[in-house]
Each structure stands twice: as structure tokens, then as C-alpha cells.
């Protein structure tokens, strides 16, 4: 394709561009959900994810972000209209160090999904929560879903989590910040 000079008023210089790439695109709506019990050590490092990005990102139009705690029911029916879900939670005895971190493929996510979970009313884990939005959504459930899971191991009654656990979060915090601002 032949690159077109076209003017922008940037110290007045010529940039060169391709007719393709002036074509504003729609800004896909994405739902950001972060389980876990902040009082149960290290399980609320997910809800240290949700909190760090709703500082880190501010108010944006085109992502939401959720707490999915304990009342994570109210929060699923807020996700029709969202096109991408990314879903933050711990994952416990993976045979890894705590604060490792992980992005299930796609294949593995949908593998999770049930017909009819048996769960708490308030406790819902992210693959419980996938298969009641995707009965709740029907042809609305997103097509793009991304989990990721940090690795911990302390999941006693304790307010705080472990420094190496807060570490993983935070490198799930650095990733989701450069890839939601992209």
C-alpha cells in the first residue's frame, strides 16, 4: 500500500500514513473482574489487583472494573454489553513458588465452563462465575475472555497478604495497565 503525506498540525511536520491507518476503529468494552477474600491472606490478591488498576487507570469509558469479593452475583448481570472479560484471581498448591504467575489459554478457560455449578451464593470462584454469566449472557457472553491466576499458598483468616504474593500481583497489576492503555 502507498504511504499518503498527510498533515497534522504536530510542529507542523508531514506524517507519513496509510488511508487504513486513519480509520478510527470502536474501542472494545472490556470488564475487568477480580476475585478473592481480602481476609483470607493471600486469597485477596486478586481484589489487590482490581484495586491497584482502579487507581493506576482512573474513570475510562470503555473498561469496568469489579470487585468480584463476596457479591459477585450483582456484578454478572453488569457485564452484557462488554465484548472482553480479563478475570484476576489466586490460584492455590500449584507446586510453584507463591506469587508465580499465569495466563490460562483460551482452550482451558472454556474448559472450566459448566452447565449448572453447584456454589455459595457468597463465594463464587472465576470458573463458576464464567459459566452462570455465559447462562446469564447467552448470545451476549463475550467471545474474548483471559484469566490469569496468581500462585499463593496462604489462605488462613488474616488481614494482608504475603509480600511475594503482593509481588505477583503487581506484575499482573504492570501487564493489565500496558495492555488496557494500548
Request: charged share 25%; aromatic share 10%; net charge negative.
Amino acid at each position: 500500500m502507498t504511504k499518503r503525506p498527510v498533515k497534522f498540525y504536530l510542529t507542523g511536520c508531514f506524517i507519513w500514513i496509510t488511508m487504513e491507518e486513519m480509520i478510527l476503529t470502536d474501542t472494545k468494552k472490556i470488564a475487568v473482574l477480580g476475585f478473592g477474600n481480602p481476609v483470607r491472606a493471600d486469597d485477596g490478591v486478586g481484589i489487590y489487583v482490581i484495586e491497584q488498576l482502579k487507581t493506576r487507570l482512573g474513570e475510562a469509558e470503555h473498561i469496568s472494573i469489579f470487585d468480584m469479593g463476596t457479591s459477585a452475583f450483582e456484578v454478572l448481570f453488569k457485564l452484557k454489553g462488554h465484548e472482553h472479560i480479563i478475570l484476576v484471581d489466586a490460584v492455590i498448591n500449584t507446586g510453584e513458588p507463591v506469587g508465580t504467575t499465569y495466563k490460562l489459554p483460551a482452550s482451558e478457560v472454556e474448559g472450566q465452563i459448566q452447565d449448572d455449578p453447584m456454589v455459595f451464593l457468597h463465594s463464587l470462584k472465576w470458573d463458576q462465575a464464567l459459566s452462570y454469566a455465559k447462562k446469564m449472557l447467552g448470545d451476549d457472553y463475550p467471545k474474548e475472555i483471559d484469566v490469569y491466576l496468581i500462585a499463593i499458598d496462604d489462605t488462613r483468616f488474616n488481614v494482608g497478604m504475603s509480600e511475594t504474593a503482593r509481588i505477583g500481583g503487581d506484575k499482573i497489576v504492570d501487564f493489565l495497565e500496558k495492555e488496557l492503555q494500548a
